[in-house]
C-alpha cells in the first residue's frame, strides 16, 4: 500500500508538470515551464483511497465511475486545499480568476480533466496489483 501511494504521488507530479508546461506554451512559453508544489505529492497519493472505490464500482459504466471519481477527487482537492489554508495561510494553487471556482480551491471546469484522470488511475490500478500478483507468483 505505501509503494502504491508513492507512485500515485509521483504520477501525479509528473502528471501536473506536463500540465502546467503544456499550459505555459498555450501561454507563449516556448521553455513549456512547468511546476508543482512539493504539498501535491502526499495529495496525488491519496489517489490510494480511490483503489476501494474502483474495486466497488468496477462494474458500473464508465460515465458513473467517472463521474465518482470527478466528486472524490474534488472532495480531496477542497478539503486538503482548506487544511492548508489553516496550516498555511494560503492554498498554494489559486483558482480565483478561473471560471466556475469555488472560493478559488476547486474550479468545476476542471471536471472533465477529473473524469479522465480517474479512469487513468483505474487502469493503473489494475496495472500495479497485477504486477504485485506476479511478483508474488515468481517469488515462490
Not at 4 to 13: K, P, S, T, V
Not at 61 to 86: A, C
Request: aromatic share 16%; proline share 4%.
Amino acid at each position: 500500500m505505501g509503494k502504491r501511494f508513492i507512485i500515485y504521488g509521483l504520477l501525479g507530479f509528473c502528471a501536473e508538470v506536463l500540465w502546467t508546461g503544456l499550459g505555459s506554451l498555450i501561454g507563449g512559453d516556448i521553455k513549456l515551464t512547468g511546476s508543482t508544489y512539493i504539498w501535491m505529492f502526499p495529495i496525488y497519493g491519496l489517489a490510494i483511497l480511490l483503489e476501494p472505490i474502483h474495486d466497488r464500482i468496477r462494474h458500473l459504466s464508465f460515465l458513473i465511475r467517472g463521474g465518482v471519481y470527478v466528486v472524490f477527487i474534488f472532495s480531496v482537492e477542497f478539503i486538503s486545499g482548506l487544511l492548508l489554508k489553516q496550516v498555511l495561510g494560503v492554498c498554494p494553487w489559486n483558482y480565483v480568476r478561473e471560471p466556475l471556482s469555488i472560493d478559488g480551491i476547486i474550479t468545476l471546469s476542471y471536471a472533465p480533466v477529473w473524469f479522465v484522470v480517474g479512469l487513468f488511475f483505474e487502469k493503473v490500478h489494475d496495472t500495479l496489483i497485477q504486477i504485485q500478483h506476479s511478483m508474488k507468483e515468481s517469488s515462490y
